[in-house]
């Protein structure tokens, strides 16, 4: 079974500082892993995503994500924070060949504090 | 106008009675989905269709029924709705695969007195 794992329930950070969420995962094969931010009283918005290829994926507002193999894990990153990244913040992960429904797993989100 | 609506966004009902949510889109997308998001959870999968002869259980699907009354649109209903059903519903369209990810309606945020 595919899992993934958000440690922490609540980051917080600096205005201006570099911010990292952490996310790691389980899959049987290779997987498709992806970020979504949720803003308050609205839907989860797709950041980025790893297919294959280059390990560090860029995405919007700014956000990258570094997937790491060996160490199951693709954390989302951003130089420079903004009060405006405050929101909740979901990994998922999809198994590339399960076969007829690639189920989506949602990591229980993090939520991301940036302080002025 | 959103690519994926959902109505209503709000809604208190009371214990046994039906209700149904409403999800229409128009990003063309074949797959639809229903997740229920509740604190500490993350989101769990209700239902899911591949197009309109397609309906499929997801994780948490008792309780609930759905509906695809046509390629853009996918309701779900409480048959007789209790006070554990209380959560924030999304319904969510991807293309097949989902390779590029699902797109979000804002929610539906129920809650069962």
């Known amino acids: 079974a595919q899992s993934v794992a958000q440690p922490e329930d609540q980051v917080n950070v600096a205005e201006g500082n570099p911010l990292t969420v952490k996310c790691t995962y389980s899959?049987?094969?290779?997987?498709?892993l992806f970020w979504y931010v949720q803003y308050p009283n609205r839907g989860l918005q797709f950041l980025l995503k790893?297919?294959?290829?280059?390990?560090l994926v860029k995405g919007s507002y700014g956000f990258e994500a570094e997937f790491n193999k060996s160490q199951t894990s693709f954390h989302l990153k951003k130089p420079s924070a903004l009060v405006s990244d405050s929101a909740l913040y979901f990994c998922?992960?999809?198994?590339?060949?399960?076969?007829?429904?690639?189920?989506?797993?949602f990591g229980t989100g993090t939520k991301l504090q940036v302080i002025p | 106008d959103a690519d994926v609506t959902q109505t209503p966004r709000n809604r208190i009902t009371k214990t046994g009675k039906r209700i149904m949510l409403e999800c229409s889109q128009t990003?063309?997308?074949?797959?639809m989905y229903w997740y229920r998001q509740d604190p500490g959870l993350g989101l769990r999968l209700i239902y899911y269709?591949?197009?309109?002869?397609?309906?499929n259980k997801g994780e948490i699907s008792d309780g609930y029924s759905v509906s695809r009354q046509a390629q853009a649109k996918f309701s779900l209903s409480l048959e007789s709705a209790i006070p554990n059903q209380t959560a924030l519903y999304f319904c969510?369209?991807?293309?097949?695969?989902?390779?590029?990810?699902?797109?979000f309606g804002s929610g539906t945020r129920l809650t069962v007195v």
């Open positions: 969510a369209t991807s293309v097949a695969g989902g390779v590029d990810g699902y797109t």
């Open positions: 790893y297919i294959t290829g280059d390990n």
């Open positions: 990003k063309g997308h074949d797959r």
């Open positions: 269709s591949f197009d309109v002869k397609d309906i």
């Open positions: 899959v049987s094969g290779n997987p498709y």
């Open positions: 998922a992960v999809r198994d590339r060949f399960s076969g007829g429904y690639q189920k989506v797993t």
